[in-house]
């Protein structure tokens, strides 16, 4: 990335006017006018400055604060990442580790593929094609039966996708065991997938 984008990414994040980043640094408003506008680069240490800031971005510490919210959650939460060409378990909830049915406290840091049955196997792998872990889908929502220590639970899936610095992305899944109509008593339960673009693959 050229500091040119880097200084403007940083004001935006930061929500910075030219004058008050100069402030910061120590410079002219001058100075930061050139750097974004590529006209000269800033010295190695307000380099060195600025990519630490944009490493603490609001971003970063919004995807801190998120693991923090789904951590402390009562209800069935679960971190997913992807790693290695799987999709991990990176983090589970409190409601989820209490919850016990689908996951559990050793799933994490393990791999998603394999562990509810081929069901979930099959609906992942498509999810994939589509690029929940690549930002082209905003979020996503899965219908299936997973299987879990001998019994086949209705689970639905809400998937909801946040983009860190670097291309990391972080998966919040929200899991709803299903029961009642949903869980086959009245309406049929249908396992499928569906999931919404994101505005960048719709422009």
């Excluded at 689970?155 to 009642?180: K, M, S």
Aim: proline letters at 5%; glycine letters at 8%; one cysteine or more.
């Amino acid at each position: 990335m050229c500091w040119a984008r880097k200084i403007k990414e940083l004001r935006f994040l930061e929500d910075l006017k030219q004058d008050a980043l100069a402030k910061q640094l120590g410079v002219s408003q001058a100075s930061v006018s050139q750097w974004e506008r590529g006209v000269t680069e800033p010295p190695e240490t307000i380099r060195a400055y600025i990519d630490a800031r944009l490493r603490d971005s609001p971003l970063e510490r919004f995807l801190e604060s998120l693991r923090t919210s789904v951590r402390n959650s009562p209800n069935l939460f679960v971190l997913l990442r992807y790693q290695d060409s799987g999709v991990v378990i990176d983090l589970i909830s409190e409601g989820t580790r209490n919850n016990g049915q689908l996951v559990k406290v050793d799933d994490v840091g393990e791999s998603v593929r394999g562990r509810f049955g081929s069901e979930v196997d099959q609906y992942a792998s498509e999810l994939l094609k589509a690029g929940l872990f690549e930002g082209r889908l905003a979020s996503a929502k899965m219908q299936v039966i997973a299987e879990r220590d001998g019994k086949a639970l209705p689970v639905v899936i809400g998937f909801t996708p946040f983009h860190g610095p670097d291309g990391v992305c972080i998966l919040q899944a929200e899991i709803i065991i299903a029961e009642g109509e949903a869980a086959g008593q009245g309406e049929p339960f249908e396992p499928g997938v569906s999931f919404v673009p994101s505005r960048l693959e719709e422009s």
